[in-house]
């Protein structure tokens, strides 16, 4: 069974980056594809980009192109998010997860509470 | 971008009841790549359905995913108190969207 751990919550200043970290237990991590999915307090699920197995490549939503970047280190089963240039609207729980048949989502992080403030 | 929208935004029943949720999509998406989720307060979404009908492992016969091009539905059958929470429909054309989500509340 594939279990998500991610990092403690942050609170970071207008301008700054931060970085969530999720580690992979019970599977290989090279075997999965990772991707990040975001929830404003009290909003939807946002997909923010992942890793596409099928060119090896990490492939991010438009909206955030340029700002953030995802990666899989193997040797540690970690994968990573990192988010720059923060403001107020990146307030949000961020989960990492793992792409399962067809492009679902199958197994999920417990979510990672961003909170930007001045 | 495929905009998802889902109907209705609230949806209030019993116990018992039937829910049906609605997926609809600014342009057709592939049943192979329609998902639903379910999210209890406070917690990260389950998945439920992928291809638009197979069941994801461990949810019960009583959800039933149906539909194909720009409407999908979700029906959920004999409702029971852990049913309750907001649903999502996701597709995949290459990118990502989610809907914004039915609130299925107890009436």
């Known amino acids: 069974q594939v279990q998500l751990e991610q990092s403690g919550a942050e609170v970071k200043k207008p301008g700054a980056s931060v970085k969530v970290s999720c580690k992979v237990t019970g599977h290989t991590l090279g075997d999965l594809a990772v991707h990040w999915v975001r929830q404003a307090p009290g909003k939807g699920l946002e997909w923010m980009g992942g890793f596409d197995p099928e060119d090896g490549e990490t492939i991010y939503a438009q909206k955030f192109q340029g700002r953030v970047s995802m990666n899989q280190d193997t040797s540690t089963y970690t994968a990573y998010m990192e988010l720059t240039t923060l403001g107020s609207e990146d307030t949000a729980v961020y989960y990492c997860t793992t792409e399962g048949l067809f492009a679902s989502f199958d197994f999920w992080g417990q979510g990672t509470l961003v909170t930007v403030s001045p | 971008e495929i905009v998802l929208t889902q109907s209705p935004g609230t949806l209030s029943l019993s116990p018992g009841d039937t829910a049906s949720l609605s997926c609809r999509a600014s342009q057709r998406v592939s049943s192979t790549y329609l998902v639903w989720y379910q999210q209890k307060p406070g917690q990260a979404p389950r998945l439920l359905m992928y291809a638009a009908s197979s069941r994801a492992t461990g949810v019960p016969d009583r959800f039933r995913g149906s539909g194909s091009g720009t409407d999908f539905t979700l029906t959920i059958s004999r409702l029971e108190p852990e049913d309750f929470g907001v649903y999502y429909c996701?597709?995949?054309?290459?990118?990502?969207?989610f809907g914004q989500g039915t609130r299925l509340e107890i009436k």
């Open positions: 996701q597709q995949y054309d290459g990118s990502r969207t």
